[in-house]
């Protein structure tokens, strides 16, 4: 079975720092870009980052609203990525997703499967 488990959710203060991890079993990640997504409540769910396959040049990229804070990264032979937040603010708060597509990040939320269940990130002000 294909899956992720995302973990490294919490409570922080605004200013604070988490890193979460997202884990994939019955697949590797090696040919897969992955992408960490979040979802506020009563908001869309919105993609933070990407990073592509290696094999596509393991390029990365951000929402505005995160560029400089977070860092997107992945080990393969660890079959995991993470995705490191600095300076979180009360905005960051939501559940955060990982998933993967094929290859390039150059596709919509909607291209991305094996959604994990989430992890919550909560920033207090």
């Known amino acids: 079975q294909l899956q992720f488990v995302e973990s490294g959710g919490g409570l922080v203060q605004t200013g604070g720092s988490l890193r979460l991890s997202c884990a994939a079993s019955g697949f590797t990640l090696r040919s897969f870009a992955i992408g960490w997504f979040r979802q506020a409540p009563g908001k869309e769910r919105e993609r933070v980052s990407c990073?592509?396959?290696?094999?596509?040049?393991?390029?990365?990229n951000y929402a505005d609203s995160v560029k400089g804070r977070f860092i997107i990264s992945r080990d393969n032979a660890k079959n995991t990525a993470y995705l490191q937040m600095n300076s979180l603010n009360p905005e960051d708060t939501g559940v955060y997703y990982c998933?993967?597509?094929?290859?390039?990040?150059?596709?919509?939320?909607?291209?991305?499967?094996?959604w994990g269940q989430g992890t919550q990130v909560t920033v207090s002000s």
């Open positions: 990073i592509s396959s290696n094999s596509n040049g393991g390029r990365t």
């Open positions: 998933a993967a597509v094929p290859l390039t990040c150059a596709v919509g939320v909607k291209d991305f499967s094996n």
